[in-house]
């Protein structure tokens, strides 16, 4: 729509309530998908002709240009896909590029996207704006890339799947814990990736990481909808034939390419899938990948990882200590993680009224309700654990 987000987004909600209005009156029509777009792109140009009335007409090769179909980049992958890579313009910064897809493709919600990125809500709708702001003012052309530019986008869409696959797996907020069709969907894309560039790696390791942790989806929440931790997971639920293909997935990143970042989480996936129960975990190993994966991706959530790994290996004392150092770190003082995790650590050590105001900021971040109910249990029994302390 000539680069501006706002129109295109108003005519596609436009064409949308036109087929409410139409189609249950006329019926659905044959090509319903071709039907939306052509609405919106005819939606679009009496727009521009009305803004223009006073100014200079359109000239044939802009109502062209909205008329125009997308090109393909490849055989074997779909309209979803290839937007992706179309939004993902190396014009835009990393962040702005990734934001804007979560957004405006992938359905994202502002305060879901904030929270992958570590930021106030109200900073990622200013970030939002301002990238569709660029993309008008400077005329970014909005074209399908060749397949040699494919490269440079690559990694903005690595990030752009795994982020809709996070929030699928673990739902910023809502009822419901896991969102399946979030996960399924981004697996799915995952797949359409490796098909598009077979000669690279991070697909090959991006499924598998995805395939693994979605392995355990049937045990991550009980009949109750309440979340279950890794720990008392019933194991027997876990899918092992998705988890062996993830496992040979790994194996295939790791020779293809060597430790680069999504092969090194993959591979602390398959160290967690591989355990057949909780106390067999290479808690030891696990610590060496994540210390590694810090030089590839060096992130307060990955030290964050990192220390709670420590935990498990070495003593939930030793994990404290790490924690301490990153508290004053900025990206983590809004993280509910970082409390949950510090508040468990304390719980661990018999330091319950240390670990109270943990669990309440936890609580107080948190926006979804099987862990909210999580926390406030955990809150509860700590807060038992004081009262029992005293009468004794």
Not at 88 to 96: D, F, G, V, Y
Not at 229 to 253: N, S, Y
Request: aromatic residues 6%.
């Amino acid at each position: 729509m000539g680069g501006d987000f706002a129109l295109a987004e108003e005519v596609v909600q436009e064409a949308f309530a036109a087929a409410l209005e139409q189609w249950p009156g006329q019926g659905v029509p044959q090509h319903p998908r071709g039907w939306l777009i052509q609405t919106a792109q005819h939606k679009a140009i009496d727009r521009l002709r009305r803004s223009r009335r006073f100014e200079a007409p359109l000239e044939d090769a802009e109502l062209s240009a909205l008329a125009q179909p997308p090109a393909e980049i490849g055989d074997e992958q779909d309209d979803y896909l290839r937007l992706i890579f179309t939004c993902c313009h190396p014009a835009l910064s990393p962040e702005a590029q990734i934001a804007l897809t979560l957004r405006t493709l992938c359905g994202l919600s502002t305060d879901e996207i904030a929270r992958a990125f570590l930021v106030e809500p109200v900073t990622m709708a200013q970030r939002l704006v301002r990238a569709k702001n660029k993309i008008k003012v400077a005329k970014i052309p909005y074209a399908v890339p060749e397949r040699g530019e494919l490269d440079e986008r690559l990694s903005a869409v690595l990030t752009v799947i795994y982020l809709v696959f996070s929030e699928g797996y673990a739902a910023t907020s809502g009822d419901a814990w896991v969102r399946r069709d979030l996960s399924t969907e981004a697996i799915r894309l995952g797949r359409l990736l490796e098909r598009l560039l077979p000669e690279r790696q991070e697909p090959v390791a991006l499924v598998a990481l995805m395939l693994l942790h979605d392995a355990r989806r049937d045990a991550r929440v009980d009949a109750n909808g309440d979340l279950v931790l890794l720990e008392d997971q019933d194991r027997a639920l876990w899918d092992r034939a998705q988890i062996a293909e993830g496992c040979e997935r790994v194996a295939r990143a790791l020779r293809r390419g060597g430790p680069t970042s999504y092969a090194l989480q993959a591979a602390i996936a398959a160290l967690h899938a591989e355990a057949r129960v909780a106390a067999a975990t290479d808690w030891p190993q696990i610590v060496l990948l994540y210390r590694e994966l810090m030089k590839y991706q060096p992130s307060a959530v990955v030290a964050l990882n990192h220390a709670a790994a420590v935990a498990m290996a070495e003593g939930a004392s030793a994990g404290l200590q790490l924690l301490i150092e990153l508290a004053p770190l900025e990206e983590l003082r809004g993280y509910q993680p970082f409390f949950a995790t510090r508040a468990d650590l304390l719980r661990r050590l018999d330091r319950f009224a240390e670990a109270v105001p943990d669990y309440e900021r936890s609580l107080e971040l948190a926006k979804n309700e099987p862990e909210k109910r999580y926390l406030l249990r955990r809150l509860r029994e700590m807060q038992g654990r004081i009262g029992n302390a005293r009468d004794t």
